[in-house]
């Protein structure tokens, strides 16, 4: 048979559902080439989308169709899909209102059809917007619109003569001063609301614009953490999002006083932006009599009107454009922590540290239930050192523990230390390992509804310890139970749109959960509802189903589930797995839709599937264009290949973990010239910040992440990544520590460099980024205790210990 093409999709001027065929073409033009791919590919994915099809299924089944759109262009594809269809939307309302009012000309159709955002359709409606009766509205009323329209068409009439011929006491006008300011005022409206005008106003502004700040009178000491924005300036075009951000949230604080300037240094009479404004209609300074007076109406129409609109407008821009970074940012973060790799199903020991009130002991045995519990107190005030060895050591022997997770909050170092007291005292052939575990947003599934449901007659902090070792066991299985953002892996993830950063959010859990793909057997209610096509309720009666009746022993019985339709079923039986059923594929990725030809290709092997599971050479000796048929291309060939070849192969990486320095414990302890291991919590638009043990996280700058010049500190590292790292500086007072991970290269140099980065530009400069936790930048460095802080690797010393237990 010949090779099918690999796509097959319908023609960019197809109609997805919901959307009229001409602006289904505009849309899908405008997709495609900011995600790279033909018109038609992004009509086959709308399409799709639209039936309730999820992005996780369109991209691991739907490759025929797409032409191999991955879930990262689906993503960008849905997001845009959104704003489009709500411009779209405007577009239609816009046209049709001003229709209505009588208004609507051949060439502001066009315009209306041409606009590419939402604020040049605002810019066209503008005029015919309803509003609130306006100086120049009542000036029209009075008469004065044949005073301004003679003034500003002939220049060379006298405007306090012509003014004259306009007074009139009964509509308000009581001399030629009330006349003229009458006529202004209808200039200025007219000025204000050319959509043209506008435009170019606006481009200039986001070429030559500039972001400046001051400090609020009185607000110094409150505002310390902003210092680096007490006199400040950056061009608009350039201000990263995470200093962009700095400033919004220092001004919403009451410190800091933020404008957005333009030309301030220019030493023209007559400003570029007047300029514009006064170009815009033939206005120029010729020695005519109205000349000057036009030229005011020009100055006036700037400072009042356009200057303040356009301020607001190009603001609330840098704003959006500012979050929208700030979200990718999380959303990359989140996703390497969910992605990070899983200890393993062993009995786990948690320890949720802390002093006055005890560290809280929880074991949960190889499936993550919860087994035994249990508070020590180790330390101040009531310092049972003894006790709590002797308690860890029962509970360890008790249950046969393997691993032991310790969380990276206060007083996490000392739990470590007496951790590693009590394993001394174990024999080296069963001694567990010690682990320390990123701790973020424990608390917040401790108290939530779904932690009482699983844990109904256990106390909230023990709850946490138990969570904490379930993280060890799988990071992504525990870390679904907890909102996204409280994971904290993000920047300014308070200050932007909670909304969007929701949505994005969960598509990255969404997209990691089934990248990896859960155990039908074993899934929580919480897992599962991230399974594609599964709802909160629908992977609760999945559960219920699987309570009642044992066990599934194979995919299709996923059908008897109540409320689990036809659609359902598609969407979401490929990312379930199904170990030790009666049927072998029900454990792989295979989607069951595709099993025919899955069984078609196992035939040619001569051989039972069983048997051809996880045999390399065989199946790569298969020629994939073999079996291609009407209904299924080389995209699914390949892919039913491949997991023929990794059944239920696991996309996380190898586990790996760092080693942390012994006496290293504290802030105090760190000093410049030290080289340590760390893990990479957290990466930023201008560094990332590294754990390297002592309760406060240190930052990488972008400047110091490698020998090269580094653009994206993303395309370096990533959160959960093992680096070394040089101290260059500690600053134990304000709790910053700033480091390098360049090699080889001059100490002093590199500390220098750093100082520099970390602040000391002249007044008025813009920083070269901001220090550790950013002075100014609003931005404070990650905490051991803090909720919204840092994170580390979901094991902190695992591979370490291993090969020691090896040799």
Not at 105 to 111: A, E, H, R, W
Not at 250 to 257: H, I, K, P, Q, S
Not at 347 to 354: C, S
Not at 364 to 387: C, E, H, M
Request: net charge neutral.
């Amino acid at each position: 048979m010949s090779e099918m093409p690999a796509f097959s999709a319908p023609p960019a001027s197809a109609k997805p559902l919901g959307l009229p065929a001409q602006a289904a073409l505009r849309i899908a033009t405008q997709i495609a080439g900011e995600i790279g791919c033909q018109a038609g590919q992004v009509n086959a994915a709308v399409q799709l989308l639209d039936e309730g099809s999820t992005v996780p299924f369109i991209a691991r089944y739907r490759k025929e169709a797409t032409g191999g759109l991955d879930d990262s262009q689906l993503r960008k594809l849905e997001e845009r899909l959104i704003y489009l269809r709500e411009l779209e939307d405007r577009r239609v309302a816009i046209t049709k209102a001003i229709d209505e009012q009588g208004k609507l000309t051949g060439d502001l159709s066009d315009k209306i059809a041409a606009a590419q955002t939402k604020a040049q359709l605002e810019d066209l409606y503008l005029p015919f917007k309803k509003k609130r009766r306006t100086k120049a509205q009542i000036a029209k009323e009075a008469g004065l619109e044949p005073l301004a329209d003679l003034l500003l068409g002939d220049p060379s009439r006298t405007p306090e003569t012509e003014a004259a011929a306009f007074v009139d006491a009964e509509k308000g006008i009581a001399d030629t001063k009330a006349a003229l300011d009458g006529a202004r005022q209808i200039l200025m409206e007219r000025f204000a609301e050319n959509a043209d005008l506008v435009g170019r106003l606006r481009t200039y502004l986001q070429e030559r614009g500039v972001v400046r700040s001051a400090l609020i009178d009185g607000q110094a000491e409150k505002g310390a953490k902003f210092a680096d924005y007490f006199d400040y300036e950056e061009p608009l075009a350039k201000i990263p999002s995470h200093r962009a951000l700095a400033l919004f949230r220092g001004r919403n604080e009451g410190v800091l006083a933020v404008e957005l300037v333009v030309d301030a240094d220019d030493p023209a009479p007559v400003p570029p932006v007047v300029r514009k404004v006064a170009d815009a209609y033939h206005i120029a300074d010729k020695g005519r009599p109205a000349d000057k007076w036009l030229m005011e109406v020009a100055r006036f129409a700037w400072k009042v009107k356009l200057a303040l609109h356009l301020e607001l407008d190009l603001m609330g821009d840098l704003r959006e454009r500012a979050e929208e970074a700030a979200i990718e940012v999380f959303a990359k973060n989140l996703k390497d922590l969910l992605l990070a790799a899983p200890a393993g199903s062993k009995t786990t020991l948690g320890l949720d540290p802390g002093i006055r009130t005890g560290v809280k002991v929880a074991v949960v045995d190889q499936t993550g239930k919860l087994v035994d519990t249990a508070t020590i107190y180790p330390f101040q005030p009531r310092n049972d050192l003894s006790g709590s060895r002797n308690a860890l050591l029962a509970l360890i022997a008790k249950h046969k523990v393997g691993l032991i997770a310790i969380g990276n909050g206060t007083a996490s170092r000392e739990t470590d230390k007496l951790a590693g007291e009590v394993l001394a005292d174990i024999p080296a052939a069963s001694r567990p390992i010690k682990v320390i575990v990123n701790e973020a947003g424990a608390s917040v599934y401790s108290a939530s509804e779904l932690a009482a449901k699983e844990m109904p007659d256990v106390d909230v902090s023990l709850r946490g310890a138990a969570s904490i070792a379930r993280r060890l066991q799988d990071p992504l299985a525990e870390l679904v139970k907890i909102e996204p953002k409280s994971i904290g892996v993000g920047q300014y993830q308070h200050d932007v749109n909670q909304t969007k950063l929701a949505r994005a959010l969960d598509a990255v859990v969404e997209d990691a959960v089934n990248a990896v793909g859960v155990d039908l057997n074993t899934a929580s209610p919480a897992l599962l509802s991230r399974i594609s096509g599964l709802s909160e309720s629908l992977a609760k009666a999945v559960v219920e189903h699987r309570e009642a009746i044992g066990r599934f022993d194979k995919r299709n019985q996923l059908k008897d589930v109540p409320r689990l339709g036809a659609k359902a079923f598609e969407l979401c039986a490929g990312f379930l797995r199904i170990n030790d059923g009666t049927e072998p594929l029900d454990a792989s990725s295979v989607h069951p839709e595709a099993y025919p030809l899955a069984k078609r290709i196992v035939k040619a092997c001569g051989r039972d599937v069983r048997q051809i599971m996880g045999d390399s050479a065989l199946i790569r000796g298969l020629d994939p264009k073999e079996f291609i048929d009407e209904r299924f291309g080389l995209p699914t060939i390949k892919d039913i290949l491949s997991e023929l070849e990794k059944p239920g192969r696991d996309p996380r990486p190898e586990f790996k973990t760092a080693t942390l320095q012994d006496g290293i414990e504290d802030i105090k302890d760190l000093k410049p010239g030290m080289k340590l291991e760390g893990t990479v919590t957290n990466v930023t638009n201008f560094g990332a910040f590294v754990d390297v043990g002592v309760h406060q996280d240190g930052l990488v700058h972008v400047s110091q992440l490698a020998d090269r010049f580094v653009d994206d500190p993303h395309k370096v590292v990533k959160a959960g990544d093992i680096v070394k790292v040089t101290i260059l500086e500690v600053d134990v007072p304000r709790k910053r520590i700033s480091m390098t991970m360049k090699s080889q290269a001059d100490y002093q140099g590199q500390r220098e460099r750093s100082q520099q980065d970390r602040g000391g530009q002249r007044p008025g400069s813009a920083p070269r980024g901001p220090a550790p936790g950013g002075k100014g930048s609003g931005q404070r460095p990650p905490n051991r205790g803090d909720e919204a802080g840092g994170n580390n690797a979901m094991a902190a010393a695992l591979a370490a210990a291993m090969n020691k237990k090896r040799k």
